[in-house]
């Protein structure tokens, strides 16, 4: 069983917000394959589902950022999970807005969602990390992730969304390498050649007109006899 956590604040108030973003991710998921519809349950919201055999619960906790280790621990005692069974959606300062990454483990970079569920699990907990930008100065944070996501960065959130629950599947099952790839799939597809690839003349056959004048052969006479067959 996986317990797949994503961060944010609840209510309309901050449905669009940068911090909530983890939200959003798996707001998709649950769209996206099918998953029971939200219910409230451990502190938060909670949304059933497989994929394979992998029972996957969603976890959006209801405390607010600064308390959603709370419920993050809660789920992990009454299914008697480990660290390693959870993975967590969050906001990241330090990616460029539609990057992400994944990580196994690590300090929480003064991210209070994260230091919240250290205290409540410790560290070993697998997260992907999803890129907003930062602001430019630790001043203009908080403005900032509290602030919805600009009409600019409607595309490629989608993108990033939608390239999340493609490669969902393969995440739960371990292999974040197949995950990063459906997410660029989306967020960075192989562009269509637009090119007219130009002719190969060494392919093309040629035509009678074209072909080479045949090499002269080559003259074997002695002296004399070339002397002889001039005044023939």
């Known amino acids: 069983m996986k317990l797949i956590v994503g961060l944010?604040?609840?209510?309309?108030?901050?449905?669009?917000?940068?911090?909530?973003?983890?939200?959003?991710?798996?707001?998709?998921i649950a769209e996206d394959h099918g998953f029971t519809p939200w219910r409230s349950k451990f502190q938060g919201q909670v949304s059933e589902g497989r994929f394979g055999s992998d029972k996957v619960i969603l976890l959006k906790p209801g405390t607010f950022m600064n308390l959603s280790g709370q419920a993050?621990?809660?789920?992990?005692?009454?299914?008697?999970?480990?660290?390693?069974?959870?993975?967590?959606?969050h906001d990241e300062l330090d990616l460029a807005p539609g990057k992400l990454r994944v990580k196994t483990?690590?300090?929480?970079?003064?991210?209070?969602?994260?230091?919240?569920?250290h205290g409540h699990i410790g560290p070993e907990y697998d997260r992907v990390r999803?890129?907003?930008?930062?602001?430019?100065?630790?001043d203009k944070v908080p403005?900032?992730?509290l602030h919805d996501f600009a009409k600019a960065d409607q595309d490629w959130l989608d993108d990033e969304l939608r390239g999340i629950s493609d490669g969902i599947a393969q995440l739960i099952a371990g292999d974040s390498g197949k995950f990063l790839?459906?997410?660029a799939l989306r967020t960075a597809p192989p562009r269509p050649?637009?090119?007219?690839?130009?002719?190969?003349?060494?392919?093309?056959?040629?035509?009678?007109?074209?072909?080479?004048a045949p090499m002269p052969e080559k003259d074997t006479r002695s002296a004399m006899q070339k002397l002889v067959d001039r005044f023939k």
Do not use: C, W
């Open 105 to 117: 483990g690590g300090g929480h970079a003064g991210h209070n969602g994260l230091r919240s569920i």
């Open 143 to 145: 403005s900032y992730v």
């Open 193 to 212: 050649s637009t090119g007219t690839a130009k002719p190969d003349k060494a392919k093309r056959p040629v035509r009678a007109d074209e072909q080479p």
């Open 130 to 138: 999803l890129g907003i930008g930062h602001p430019g100065h630790k």
């Open 8 to 28: 944010g604040n609840p209510g309309a108030k901050y449905a669009q917000n940068r911090h909530n973003i983890g939200f959003m991710a798996l707001d998709r």
């Open 72 to 89: 993050v621990g809660e789920a992990m005692r009454f299914h008697k999970l480990d660290p390693a069974d959870v993975i967590v959606f």
């Open 181 to 183: 790839n459906a997410v």
